[in-house]
């Protein structure tokens, strides 16, 4: 059984802080990683994704990736009260296409 | 460019009729999926399009459900009778067939089964 897991929060952080998003995942066998941001009542939209280990940086945006681990983070540096969203991890296996998706965390940043 | 479409946005039906869900991918995108998402819950998969052939049907929930796509493009997924645990968001995605396979989201249609 191929599961994603993410603490469901909330997660509160102050404006300007660095808010850290975690997610494991139950196989090794798993090749792409995915960051998803989704506002209430809002689809996911893609914010960005890893598939070597170490760091990946994008604007304000880091995602690190430790495969040993079966560990994925995203970090978001200068948090913005717009940065207040539901963050879905999601992963992909093997040549299947689908994603499998964690339940989110929910991060409100307080001006 | 043009982003995943869907439509309608928002379908209430009566319990044990028939509805046909739309989806529009952005041109170009070989893969298309279908997830459900219900109320404070994660993403469910349902289906996954290769062109117009379907690999992978191992989310649909049961036979009342079922999903085709034409031409390698536009895609409609069927509930038959449905029911009230049917409503939730039912969301589209497309990809290419390369890279890391990155899914691009349209803004779902809101099932309401009543």
């Known amino acids: 059984q191929k599961e994603v897991e993410q603490n469901s929060g909330p997660l509160s952080v102050p404006e300007g802080a660095i808010a850290s998003l975690n997610c494991t995942y139950s196989d090794r066998g798993s090749q792409s990683f995915f960051w998803y941001r989704q506002y209430s009542g809002k689809s996911p939209e893609l914010i960005m994704f890893i598939y070597s280990n170490g760091d990946k940086e994008d604007g304000r945006f880091t995602a690190q990736l430790n495969k040993a681990s079966q560990y994925v983070s995203l970090l978001i540096r200068d948090s913005q009260p717009s940065d207040s969203a539901t963050y879905l991890c999601?992963?992909?296996?093997?040549?299947?296409?689908?994603?499998?998706f964690g339940k989110g965390t929910k991060l409100s940043v307080k001006p | 460019g043009a982003g995943v479409s869907q439509s309608p946005s928002n379908k209430v039906t009566e319990k044990g009729k028939d509805v046909e869900l739309r989806c529009d991918p952005i041109s170009g995108h070989t893969a298309l999926y279908w997830y459900r998402q219900s109320l404070g819950q994660g993403l469910e998969f349902l289906i996954y399009f290769q062109g117009n052939s379907a690999p992978d049907k191992s989310g649909l929930p049961s036979d009342r459900f079922s999903a085709e796509r034409t031409g390698g493009s536009v895609s409609t997924l069927t509930i038959q009778r449905t029911q009230q645990e049917d409503s939730a968001v039912y969301l589209c995605?497309?990809?290419?067939?390369?890279?890391?396979?990155?899914?691009?989201f349209g803004p779902g249609t809101r099932l309401t089964v009543t």
């Open positions: 999601a992963v992909k296996w093997g040549s299947q296409g689908n994603l499998i």
């Open positions: 995605a497309s990809s290419l067939l390369s890279g890391p396979y990155e899914q691009y």
